[in-house]
Nanobody
Framework: QVQLVESGGGLVQAGGSLRLSCAAS????????MGWIRQAPGKEREFIAA????????YYANSVKGRFTISGDNAKNTVYLQMNSLKTEDTAVYYC???????????????WGLGTQVTVSS
């Protein structure tokens, strides 16, 4: 099992920034990548970004590319999501996930955190 704990969510005005953090513990050796998935009220879950540890390859959803940046420290099993130029449509619960990169991008990851709420006001 992989335990994932997110932090950094909150209320921010449109155009502002937030930085999310996720710390992983437990059996992390089977997860080659970590990333972020969000779900807005009444909407389906949406892949946001992921980083593959072996070559530090990053992958972003088109909806956030250019605004969000994922980074991490593999030695600390920690990933971050720097969110800039936030829009009201970014309002959602953001979940940290750990799995293979392709599974994260497909929304089929097996390990998720409990999520952190991000609310963007106009």
């Amino acid at each position: 099992q992989v335990q994932l704990v997110e932090s950094g969510g909150g209320l921010v005005q449109a155009g502002g920034s937030l930085r999310l953090s996720c710390a992983a513990s437990g059996r992390t050796s089977g997860s080659s990548a970590m990333g972020w998935i969000r779900q807005a009220p009444g909407k389906e879950r949406e892949f946001i970004a992921a980083i593959r540890w072996s070559d530090v390859t990053t992958y972003y959803a088109n909806s956030v590319k250019g605004r969000f940046t994922i980074s991490g420290d593999n030695a600390k099993n920690t990933v971050y999501l720097q969110m800039n130029s936030l829009k009201t449509e970014d309002t959602a619960v953001y979940y940290c996930a750990a799995d293979a990169l392709w599974r994260l991008a497909a929304g089929t990851s097996g390990s998720w955190g409990l999520g952190t709420q991000v609310t963007v006001s106009s």
